[in-house]
């Protein structure tokens, strides 16, 4: 059943609940279109793991991956948007820390990535674009 984050701290609140409950090894996939808040969500997920909220968190868009310590051990951020050809995706090591908690928007772009999802949030923007939507999926 979809939930509503009505403003950006709705969905800071979520993140915060989410991080508490990831574990080293899970990989969240972020589902949504443009502007859904892919990146919002992840990046109040790592500022609750890392316990620094003003934390810069930069969209990983031109990167493709982003990594960050945390006491919960390393955090992967990664936006699969710009990735040429799936088989490219062997090259970022998303699966290659079996420790690590990997967080993937745009992941649509490798069925390996999709495969591989210990929980899929899906976020929209609800007809009127009041707030976003949100479905977990685990
Ligand atoms: N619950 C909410 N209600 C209204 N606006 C929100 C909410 N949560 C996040 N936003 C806003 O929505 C926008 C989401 O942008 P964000 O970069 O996170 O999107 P994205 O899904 O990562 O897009 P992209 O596919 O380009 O990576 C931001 O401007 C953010 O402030
Ligand atoms: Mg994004």
Known sequence: MARLLADDDATAALGAE???TLQPGDL???EGDLGAGK???ARAIIRSLTGD???DVPSPTFALVQ????PKGPVLHADLYRLGD???VDELGLLDNPDAIVLVEWAERS???VAAATLTVALSIPPGGDG????LTR
């Open 18 to 20: 989410l991080a508490a």
């Open 28 to 30: 969240v996939v972020l």
């Open 39 to 41: 990146t919002a969500l």
């Open 53 to 55: 909220q003003r934390m």
């Open 67 to 70: 990594p960050y310590d945390t």
């Open 86 to 88: 799936p088989r490219e």
């Open 111 to 113: 069925p390996e990535i």
């Open 132 to 135: 976003r939507l949100v479905t």
